[in-house]
């Protein structure tokens, strides 16, 4: 049998944990794309680091070898989107942790407006809504190609496939509350007026029939 793989850390905590700026910074982050917690801030700076290594390693080293892993990490920024066609290797070292989470899931779920706000867009990754190249994907932090962009959608099963439903929707929803709202105070007010006819009758056979007793009680005393 083979050796055990080992799982190596997908992450790296800071060196130094109590920078103020550097709190400030991925305080703000975290709220922007909707992330739940640093370890899922720093998985991406993860990503970025390693590019940035490679790609300072790469720009010192010579021969074929060297200039073909060039090409491969170059095309693999592109087909990730974190670089454009066009773009060099020495345009990765000036990428940003934006320019990593912009490729998240969550991300591209929100920016295809399939959720209102990035929370949504996270809760409808994990409750399984959405779907990548038809697969389903529950992990809001996966990277999406360029070319599963446009992949990305809800799968057919789910309700919320129909961009009326009011999740999707907030103002559709407003409409069928305003509209449910005014049926049921038409209703209500048919009711009443249906009560108060009701009682109208109901007192109109009341007076009919004390006329009706007041009469006969005169015929007697006539008679």
Do not use: C
């Not at 919320?160 to 049921?184: F, G, I, S, T």
């Not at 209500?188 to 004390?210: D, G, L, T, Y």
């Amino acid at each position: 049998m083979g050796d055990t793989k080992k799982h190596r850390k997908k992450y790296a905590r800071p060196r130094h944990p109590w920078i103020k700026s550097r709190i400030l910074e991925e305080k703000e982050l975290k709220r922007e794309y909707g992330l739940k917690n640093n370890t899922e801030l720093w998985r991406m700076q993860m990503v970025l680091t390693k590019a940035k290594n490679q790609a300072k390693s790469l720009v010192v080293r010579q021969g074929e070898q060297a200039e073909k892993e060039r090409k491969q990490l170059v095309d693999r920024m592109i087909r990730y989107g974190f670089l454009r066609e066009g773009q060099t290797m020495d345009d990765i070292l000036f990428l940003t942790q934006r320019d990593i989470l912009d490729r998240r899931l969550q991300s591209i779920v929100f920016r295809k407006k399939l959720a209102q706000t990035i929370k949504q867009a996270r809760q409808f990754i994990t409750h399984e809504h959405i779907a990548v190249n038809g697969k389903v994907i529950t992990s809001p932090s996966y990277l999406v190609t360029v070319e599963e962009e446009a992949q990305v959608d809800f799968i057919p099963t789910s309700q919320l496939a129909d961009p009326d439903h009011p999740e999707r929707n907030p103002q559709k929803a407003l409409e069928m509350k305003a509209l449910a709202e005014e049926e049921a105070k038409k209703a209500e007010e048919e009711a009443k007026k249906a009560e108060e006819a009701k009682q109208a009758e109901a007192q109109a056979q009341a007076s009919n029939a004390e006329e009706q007793n007041a009469e006969e009680q005169t015929q007697e005393a006539e008679a």
